[in-house]
């Protein structure tokens, strides 16, 4: 019986190391591959060529009418180039931008883009400048690999400027590499804002129906002298208190007005998401309930 027991504990002594290296290799090896957000992406394992150059196409049109907008400049800078790392490839900010300290493993966000924006316009880096055709498109060919800014610095009339982007070169798509890069900004007319009367407007309007009835009332029954000099003295009185309470009241309503337009534009800040935990999480549970499952059979034996 003893000796029995004795094998036992060996064997499960023997067993739990071996799980226990299992469960850590498989660990390291999810977080190896899950944090490599930054790498470059390959289409069906293809790599691509850094040799290569391309194109970076934008043409813009109206959401509602769907009609070419010409007119207006784009400015481009290439952010990052596109070099080879110990796992792959990955972005590394170009001269220009070295001092960034942005993280470039999400493209998409906008706090990376603002602040890119920024850091473009406080260090005063030249960028490349096309003009808008009368078809409201923008090419700039021979185009290196490699992550390029792209901002609208003059608009069409009419229009709102797009909102700025980073755009890779080369792009993946289902079919491998796409070094001619085409992209279409979203393009929309300011709001129509209407425009309410001035406040000296409204005054006169308001005190010539005042002043005319307050000058008949008084001048029945007196002299032309004495109706004169009533008529002034309570007209001025009456265009004073009501130029005051209108003018009152416009302000307060401009003033909500203006409070819910500010409201209505904030806009919440992008965050970024975590989704390595869950894979990572869900094998370890996996891994976890094996060792338990294969000490509990080995009690029993």
């Not at 390959?42 to 509602?64: K, Q, W």
């Not at 590394?92 to 706090?111: A, K, M, V």
């Amino acid at each position: 019986m003893i000796r029995k027991s004795t094998e036992k504990i060996q064997k499960r002594s023997g067993l739990l190391p071996s799980l226990l290296r299992a469960v850590t290799l498989l660990t390291v090896t999810l977080l190896a591959a899950t944090l490599s957000g930054s790498m470059f992406a390959s289409a069906d394992n293809e790599m691509p060529d850094l040799s290569r150059t391309g194109s970076i196409t934008l043409t813009l049109t109206d959401d509602d009418t769907g009609e070419a907008i010409p007119g207006g400049t784009i400015a481009i800078w290439k952010v990052a180039a596109l070099v080879s790392g110990d796992t792959g490839f990955v972005w590394q900010y170009t001269e220009d931008f070295s001092d960034c300290t942005e993280s470039l493993d999400y493209l998409e966000s906008t706090e990376l883009i603002d602040a890119l924006v920024s850091y473009a316009e406080e260090k005063g880096l030249e960028a490349k400048e096309i003009s808008i055709d009368s078809e409201g498109t923008a090419v700039y060919d021979g185009v290196s690999v490699g992550l390029y800014l792209i901002v609208q610095t003059q608009t069409a009339e009419g229009y709102e400027p797009f909102l700025s982007f980073l755009v890779s070169v080369p792009c993946e798509t289902s079919s491998g590499w796409t070094y001619d890069v085409d992209a279409t900004p979203k393009m929309e007319p300011p709001a129509e804002t209407t425009t309410e009367p001035s406040t000296e407007d409204t005054t006169e309007l308001s005190t010539e129906g005042e002043t005319e009835s307050e000058s008949t009332s008084v001048t029945e029954g007196e002299t032309e002298s004495e109706s004169t000099s009533s008529t002034e003295g309570e007209t001025e009185s009456e265009n004073t208190s009501a130029a005051e309470g209108e003018t009152e009241s416009e302000n307060t309503a401009a003033t909500e007005s203006e409070t819910e337009n500010e409201t209505e534009s904030a806009t919440l800040p992008q965050t970024g998401r975590l989704l390595w935990p869950i894979p990572v999480l869900a094998v370890l549970g996996v891994l976890f309930f094996a060792v338990g499952r294969v000490l509990s059979t080995a009690d029993k034996r």
